[in-house]
């Protein structure tokens, strides 16, 4: 996968290069660029933002310089278009169905809006070249798209193959199959009064699973109840009914 990010900070995204996606980068099991905006801008200030039409607080980021960086890095892949993605509190939900999806695409390009904006013209250009998609992490709003970029690229780059050591680890976690994770435990088994459940030291990988499942529904129910509503009943095994 190539990822390409454009930002008037790309410093911002230094810890791309750190930790998981830095070994996958330095593996070439993942392809990562920053382009910074400004590089697109031709007058001597270097300049990306301008005063919203029809009035308002803030500024607007300007469109010559985003149709000319994304022009630059827009790859054809036999026929398909890249995913431009931008951050926005006005997105689709970022979750791991959609992390997922995105693991899928031979290239993502993320552009960082800051101030009140990019021109939404430039959307509407861009889908000439690109499959368009604002995302949200939450319902709430940050300064710019460039912290969103840092965990949706964590969140999608460790779903490549190669990335994380063992691929096992990613099957039972949250939201991997709709409900979240069970808790985990380590040695020692006694610590401060706080004691491992009984039922992990027993060796019965069968009542292991089940207890392992059921805390997956309690946990769900008790903090995510919107997620069991998703949840589809229908598919629950036998297990799970055990579980429940
Ligand atoms: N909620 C998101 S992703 C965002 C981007 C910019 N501001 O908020």
Redesign the pocket.
Known sequence: MRIDVVSIFPEYLAPLELSLIGKARQDGLLELNVHDLRTFTTDKHRTVDDTPYGGGAGMVMKPEPWAQALESIAEGHDGTKPVLIV???A?ER?NQALAYELAEEKQLVFAC?RYEGIDERVMDWARDHFTVRP???????????E??VLAMVEAIGRLLPGVVGNPESLIEESHSDGLLEYPVYTKPSSWRDHEVPEILLSGNHGKIAQWRRHEQFRRTAERRPDLLADFDAGALSRADRNAL
Do not use: E
């Open positions: 951050p926005s509190p997105g970022f809006g995302v949200s992490l939450g319902d709430y709003v940050l300064n710019g798209g912290v969103a």
